[in-house]
T-cell receptor, first 113, second 113 residues
Framework: EAGVAQSPRYKIIEKRQSVAFWCNPI?????LYWYQQILGQGPKLLIQ????????DSQLPKDRFSAERLKGVDSTLKIQPAKLEDSAVYLC???????????FGQGTRLTVV | GENVEQHPSTLSVQEGDSAVIKCTYS??????FPWYKQELGKRPQLIID?????GEKKDQRIAVTLNKTAKHFSLHITETQPEDSAVYFC????????????FGKGMKLTVNP
């Protein structure tokens, strides 16, 4: 079974620039998550989708972050404009439904300089 | 508030010894507790999970115990091997509009040959 796919693996941008990350979940998984993992910390939920609807985006900095999951499959996470403190690994995860047995992608390591 | 505390933050053991990682959670309604292993530069991998209707679950050398009254759960690794070296994250389900996972800060386990 193919896992959660993410791209790019690495991205370096200057502050105030914009960046987008892409995620392809495991086939058939209705729930998709974006997490932010700052070095030395656990993953922090940014947004959770159920199919193409947002379930939870309470911790998403909506002034600069946006995410969409059109057609209920792939998802993109965008940051515009980026700040230095956005430097982190952005992890996508998916599960069949709800929070049970979520599987993570490799993540995108973002460095903002 | 939603909180998962994990301790210790680092642990070093000799190959063959046992390792125990402890987590506490704040939400008495939490009912799902997964554990993830993250090797350096790799994705978090689900290694074991437990639901609130059981007190203990085993899978080969790893086991998880749950004490709902005290709101804490633990991961036990027996006969540790160098390949067990990684960062281990506990997580707990939290209610708050929607059900989501809140992660601990992680514990770095080093198994010395």
């Amino acid at each position: 079974e193919a896992g959660v796919a993410q791209s790019p693996r690495y991205k370096i941008i200057e502050k105030r620039q914009s960046v987008a990350f892409w995620c392809n979940p495991i086939s058939g998984h209705a729930t998709l998550y974006w997490y932010q993992q700052i070095l030395g910390q656990g993953p922090k939920l940014l947004i959770q989708f159920q199919n193409n609807g947002v379930v939870d985006d309470s911790q998403l900095p909506k002034d600069r972050f946006s995410a969409e999951r059109l057609k209920g499959v792939d998802s993109t996470l965008k940051i515009q404009p980026a700040k230095l403190e956005d430097s982190a690994v952005y992890l996508c995860a998916s599960s069949l439904e709800g929070i049970i047995r979520a599987f993570f992608g490799q993540g995108t390591r973002l460095t903002v300089v | 508030g939603e909180n998962v505390e994990q301790h210790p933050s680092t642990l070093s053991v000799q190959e063959g010894d046992s390792a125990v990682i402890k987590c506490t959670y704040s939400d008495s309604a939490s009912n799902y507790f997964p554990w993830y292993k993250q090797e350096l530069g790799k994705r978090p991998q689900l290694i074991i999970d437990i639901r609130s209707n059981v007190g203990e679950k085993k899978d080969q050398r790893i086991a998880v115990t749950l004490n709902k009254t005290a709101k804490h759960f633990s991961l036990h690794i027996t006969e540790t091997q160098p390949e067990d070296s990684a960062v281990y994250f506990c997580a707990a389900s939290m209610q708050g509009g929607s059900e989501k996972l809140v992660f601990g800060k992680g514990m770095k386990l080093t198994v010395n040959p």
